[in-house]
């Protein structure tokens, strides 16, 4: 009933930012523009998926964005070695594996730094978003590689439609929302993160393997940022390298919007996609409505700030 509760008010904003957007906006709600905004609220909302349970520890992960960049350089320059101009399906796994390789590689080494070291996560993983940036800038010489256009699987996961209705990303990013959401509030590792982000010491001395959790929420941050990395890459149809700017925070702010503590051990799955579906409508929203971006950042700003001046006031 409490979640209910604070969902309440979200499910409402939502409402609201709809028919705000509607009145702006006169094809704002149609089918086909709803259906755009799912797919581009994707990639974020896989990154808050992971940077919920971080934050739900208590930590955070600042080299997410970074990650979407060199996850995609590390596939795409993979792709073009191992297949050419040619699709080979097994070969397109294998240069995914690869991405999701360097991936988990950062992630596991942000849990063992985390968890065996006095460092806080914020300077561990800005310290990793340098480095990760700068091995993305270390492809072709920091220019965008592009994906060639007979790999049309590895496209069709930024841009195919189930069906030709449903976007692929949206099917992946609901696929993960549930598998996440299993994970978080229908297993014991569920119970070890809320633990853990309620009260590090009291978790650890009731017997909860306190740096096996923290190592396993960094390395599914990782591999969350890892899959989204590689939708953003096929949705530009070639690798970035200067990509995922800023995504970090936009990935923060789902969460925060989306009820989670920032000081951690409470939250919900679900509470962060509907943070990342406000945040969502109000990117397209305001960019249809021709509002300048500079605005777009102060109206971001301010809903971030309401969100965790809310959250201190629940927490007092």
Same mark, same amino acid.
């Given at each position: 009933?409490?979640? /209910?509760?604070?969902? *309440?008010?979200?499910?409402?904003?939502?409402?609201?930012?709809?028919?705000?957007?509607?009145?702006?906006?006169?094809?704002?709600?149609?089918?086909?523009?709803?259906?755009?905004?799912?797919?581009?609220?994707?990639?974020?909302?896989?990154?808050?998926?992971?940077?919920?349970?971080?934050?739900?520890?208590?930590?955070? $992960?600042?080299?997410?964005?970074?990650?979407?960049?060199?996850?995609?350089?590390?596939?795409?320059?993979?792709?073009?070695?191992?297949?050419? $101009?040619?699709?080979?399906?097994?070969?397109?796994?294998?240069?995914?594996?690869?991405?999701?390789?360097?991936?988990?590689?950062?992630?596991?080494?942000?849990?063992?730094?985390?968890?065996?070291? &006095?460092?806080?996560?914020?300077?561990?993983?800005?310290?990793?978003?340098?480095?990760?940036?700068?091995?993305?800038?270390?492809?072709?010489?920091?220019?965008?590689?592009?994906?060639?256009?007979?790999?049309?699987?590895?496209?069709?996961?930024?841009?195919?439609?189930?069906? $030709?209705?449903?976007?692929?990303?949206?099917?992946?990013?609901?696929?993960?929302?549930?598998?996440?959401?299993?994970?978080?509030?229908?297993?014991?590792? %569920?119970?070890?993160?809320?633990?853990?982000?309620?009260?590090?010491?009291?978790?650890?001395?009731? %017997?909860?393997?306190?740096?096996? /959790?923290?190592?396993?929420?960094?390395?599914?941050?990782?591999?969350?940022? %890892?899959?989204?990395?590689?939708?953003?890459? &096929?949705?530009?149809?070639?690798?970035?390298?200067?990509?995922?700017?800023?995504?970090?925070?936009?990935?923060?702010?789902? /969460?925060?919007?989306?009820?989670?503590?920032?000081?951690?051990?409470?939250?919900?799955?679900?509470?962060?996609?509907?943070?990342?579906?406000?945040?969502?409508?109000? =990117?397209?929203?305001?960019?249809?409505?021709?509002?300048?971006?500079?605005?777009?950042?102060?109206?971001? %700003?301010?809903?971030?700030?309401?969100?965790?001046?809310? =959250? *201190?006031?629940?927490?007092?």
């Amino acid at each position: 009933m409490k979640i /209910v509760k604070q969902m *309440v008010p979200l499910l409402v904003a939502i409402i609201i930012l709809l028919l705000l957007f509607r009145v702006w906006v006169p094809t704002f709600l149609s089918a086909e523009n709803m259906l755009n905004l799912t797919q581009q609220i994707s990639v974020n909302t896989i990154l808050a998926f992971g940077m919920t349970l971080v934050i739900l520890i208590g930590g955070i $992960d600042l080299s997410v964005g970074a990650m979407v960049a060199l996850v995609g350089t590390t596939t795409v320059y993979c792709l073009s070695a191992l297949s050419g $101009d040619s699709q080979n399906l097994f070969l397109v796994f294998a240069a995914m594996l690869a991405g999701l390789g360097i991936a988990a590689l950062f992630g596991t080494f942000h849990g063992i730094a985390a968890s065996k070291t &006095a460092m806080p996560p914020f300077i561990i993983t800005l310290a990793s978003m340098l480095i990760a940036r700068g091995c993305a800038l270390r492809f072709n010489s920091g220019l965008p590689m592009p994906i060639e256009e007979q790999q049309t699987f590895f496209l069709a996961i930024g841009n195919g439609r189930l069906f $030709d209705v449903i976007p692929i990303p949206v099917v992946i990013m609901l696929t993960l929302f549930f598998l996440m959401a299993l994970l978080l509030h229908r297993t014991r590792f %569920g119970q070890h993160v809320y633990a853990l982000g309620g009260n590090r010491e009291a978790a650890l001395y009731t %017997g909860i393997p306190v740096v096996r /959790v923290e190592i396993l929420v960094y390395l599914l941050c990782s591999l969350m940022a %890892g899959v989204a990395g590689m939708i953003h890459t &096929a949705q530009l149809y070639s690798a970035e390298p200067g990509s995922g700017e800023m995504f970090e925070l936009t990935a923060i702010a789902a /969460v925060v919007v989306g009820g989670t503590s920032f000081t951690g051990g409470r939250g919900t799955m679900f509470g962060t996609l509907i943070g990342a579906v406000i945040i969502g409508i109000l =990117d397209k929203g305001l960019n249809q409505a021709g509002v300048h971006y500079s605005l777009q950042y102060i109206v971001k %700003g301010a809903v971030i700030l309401i969100a965790v001046y809310l =959250d *201190v006031r629940r927490n007092r």
